[in-house]
Nanobody
Framework: QVQLVESGGGLVQAGGSLRLSCAAS????????MGWFRQAPGKEREFVSI????????YYADSVKGRFTISRDNAENTVYLQMNSLQPEDTAVYSC?????????????????????WGQGTQVTVSS
């Protein structure tokens, strides 16, 4: 059974940092694009960031560019999201995603429908 399990969420003050992790099990994703989406209360889920299988290509939502950094460790089958300068508007459930196609980044990489595997999510709350 394939699972993506997120960890590292929590409560932090504005201006603080958190590092999210997503550990995959049940199959290896070291040849697959992985990334993060988030959903704030009362809002639609939105794209945050993705990283190519080799770590060479990264994409970010404009709202997090310059503050968040995505990375991966293929030996550990894990993807990370370093979040700095957090703001209350970053409060959301953050979910890990993975693409099923090998070495593929879809043209619409920012759409939920591009990703076949999803984690349950981890809550990030930023207080003002």
């Amino acid at each position: 059974q394939v699972q993506l399990v997120e960890s590292g969420g929590g409560l932090v003050q504005a201006g603080g940092s958190l590092r999210l992790s997503c550990a995959a099990s049940g199959r290896t994703f070291n040849k697959n694009t992985m990334g993060w989406f988030r959903q704030a209360p009362g809002k639609e889920r939105e794209f945050v960031s993705i990283i190519s299988w080799d770590g060479v290509h990264t994409y970010y939502a404009d709202s997090v560019k310059g503050r968040f950094t995505i990375s991966r460790d293929n030996a550990e089958n894990t993807v990370y999201l370093q979040m700095n300068s957090l703001q209350p508007e970053d409060t959301a459930v953050y979910s890990c995603v993975a693409e099923s196609k090998i070495a593929y980044i879809g043209y619409y990489y920012y759409r939920e429908s591009e990703y076949d595997y999803w984690g349950q999510g981890t809550q990030v709350t930023v207080s003002s």
